[in-house]
C-alpha cells in the first residue's frame, strides 16, 4: 500500500466514524407519552402549581453523561427566572446501596437555588409518568395540565440555544398559549436498570 492510499484510508475511517458519531449525537431518546393532566402531589410529591407554568419536572439518569448538558441547561433557566422551581427525580434501582445515584449531576442539581433533587427507587415516578429518557422535562401549568415535554439540549451532550428551552422561555414569558401542549426532541439515556443502556458504554 503507498502512502497515499493509506492517507486516503484514513481519512475514510475518519470520515465514517464522523457521521457515525454526529448521526447518534442527534438521534433523540424516546419521548414517552407522559400524562396530559398532571399526577397527584401524593404521587410525586411536587408542590402545588401557581397561576402560571412555574414548576418543572426533570428525570435523570445519574450516570448518564448526555445529562450533564441538559442539568446546565436547567440551571440556566433557574438563573434567568428566579421564581421558578423545579424538582429533578435521579433513578436509583433498590438493589443498589443508598447513594448510588448521588453523582455530579445529583450535586450540581442540589446546588441551585429552588432544585429540589428527589431519589426515584426502581424509576417508579417515572413510569407513572411513562418517562423513557433521562433528562425529559415537564411543564404543567396552573390547572395541572400538560403545555410543555421535552429535552432541553439540542443534540447529546450539546449546551446551547435549542427548541426546548426556547419553547419554556416563551411559556413562561407568557407569549404562548398555556392551553397548547408542546413538544421537543429529548437527548439522553434510558431511565433503565439496563446500565447497558447508557450511552457513553452504547455508543457506537
Same mark, same amino acid.
Given at each position: 500500500?503507498?502512502?497515499?492510499?493509506?492517507?486516503?484510508?484514513?481519512? %475514510?475511517?475518519?470520515?465514517?466514524?464522523?457521521?457515525?458519531?454526529?448521526?447518534?449525537?442527534?438521534?433523540?431518546? $424516546? #419521548? %414517552?407519552? #407522559?400524562?396530559?393532566?398532571?399526577?397527584?402531589?401524593?404521587?410525586?410529591?411536587?408542590?402545588?402549581?401557581?397561576?402560571?407554568?412555574?414548576?418543572?419536572?426533570?428525570?435523570?439518569?445519574?450516570?448518564?453523561?448526555?445529562?450533564?448538558?441538559?442539568?446546565?441547561?436547567?440551571?440556566?433557566?433557574?438563573?434567568?427566572? #428566579?421564581?421558578?422551581?423545579?424538582?429533578?427525580?435521579?433513578?436509583?434501582?433498590?438493589?443498589?446501596?443508598?447513594?448510588?445515584?448521588?453523582? *455530579?449531576?445529583?450535586?450540581?442539581?442540589?446546588?441551585?437555588?429552588?432544585?429540589?433533587?428527589?431519589?426515584?427507587? $426502581?424509576?417508579?415516578?417515572?413510569?407513572?409518568?411513562?418517562?423513557?429518557?433521562?433528562? =425529559?422535562?415537564?411543564?404543567? $401549568?396552573?390547572?395541572?395540565?400538560?403545555?410543555?415535554?421535552? %429535552?432541553?439540549?439540542?443534540?447529546?451532550?450539546?449546551? %446551547?440555544?435549542?427548541?426546548? *428551552?426556547?419553547?419554556?422561555?416563551?411559556?413562561? $414569558?407568557?407569549?404562548?398559549?398555556?392551553?397548547?401542549?408542546?413538544?421537543?426532541?429529548?437527548?439522553?439515556?434510558?431511565?433503565?436498570?439496563?446500565?447497558? =443502556?447508557?450511552?457513553?458504554?452504547?455508543?457506537?
Amino acid at each position: 500500500m503507498t502512502m497515499t492510499s493509506a492517507a486516503m484510508g484514513w481519512v %475514510g475511517l475518519l470520515v465514517i466514524g464522523t457521521t457515525i458519531s454526529a448521526t447518534y449525537e442527534n438521534k433523540p431518546g $424516546d #419521548p %414517552g407519552a #407522559p400524562p396530559q393532566v398532571a399526577l397527584s402531589k401524593q404521587a410525586t410529591g411536587v408542590v402545588n402549581l401557581s397561576k402560571r407554568p412555574s414548576h418543572i419536572i426533570m428525570f435523570v439518569h445519574p450516570r448518564c453523561p448526555c445529562t450533564r448538558a441538559s442539568m446546565s441547561e436547567l440551571r440556566g433557566l433557574m438563573e434567568k427566572y #428566579p421564581d421558578l422551581k423545579a424538582t429533578v427525580f435521579f433513578y436509583r434501582p433498590s438493589a443498589e446501596e443508598t447513594d448510588w445515584e448521588k453523582t *455530579e449531576l445529583w450535586k450540581t442539581a442540589a446546588s441551585v437555588k429552588n432544585i429540589t433533587a428527589k431519589t426515584d427507587v $426502581d424509576g417508579q415516578i417515572a413510569k407513572a409518568n411513562r418517562i423513557v429518557t433521562s433528562g =425529559q422535562v415537564l411543564l404543567y $401549568d396552573d390547572a395541572g395540565h400538560l403545555v410543555f415535554s421535552g %429535552g432541553i439540549t439540542g443534540a447529546r451532550g450539546h449546551v %446551547g440555544e435549542n427548541m426546548g *428551552e426556547s419553547m419554556i422561555e416563551a411559556l413562561l $414569558d407568557e407569549q404562548n398559549d398555556a392551553g397548547k401542549s408542546l413538544t421537543a426532541p429529548v437527548f439522553g439515556c434510558r431511565i433503565s436498570k439496563d446500565n447497558s =443502556q447508557i450511552c457513553n458504554e452504547a455508543r457506537p
